[in-house]
């Protein structure tokens, strides 16, 4: 399956100059979407992870079906101050700028 074909180009989005990949169009293609979660769980399965983590937005919609194939928990990782509980905390840049992002301190335990 060819899943550059369904990926959706936007240039200039958000901004001049960044190259927006719109994956509205491979997830809202029911195949394409089963295909995709299937071949990440089969790298992973014989790992057996504890969680997947997920990254607001895009990350919940691959990592929940993916914790749910893969029979592992979903841990959300989500901007500034939208989790209620104690966070740690990372900084990144992007292409045009830098963000935040935090998880629970006790999303993840050990050997998970």
Do not use: M, R
């Given at each position: 399956m060819n899943l550059k074909e369904l990926i959706r180009e936007i240039p200039d989005f958000p901004q001049a100059g960044v190259n927006?990949?719109?994956i509205s169009t491979v997830i809202g293609n029911a195949e394409a979407f089963h295909y995709i979660i299937q071949e990440i769980a089969g790298h992973y399965r014989a790992a057996r992870p504890g969680v997947v983590v997920g990254i607001e937005s895009r990350?919940?919609?691959?990592?929940?079906?993916?914790a749910y194939e893969l029979k592992a928990g979903f841990v959300l990782v989500r901007k500034p101050g939208k989790?209620?509980?104690a966070t740690e905390r990372i900084d990144y840049s992007l292409e045009y700028g830098e963000n935040t992002l935090e998880i629970h301190k006790d999303a993840i335990c050990p050997g998970q």
């Open positions: 927006f990949k719109d990350g919940y919609i691959l990592g929940a079906p993916l989790l209620p509980a």
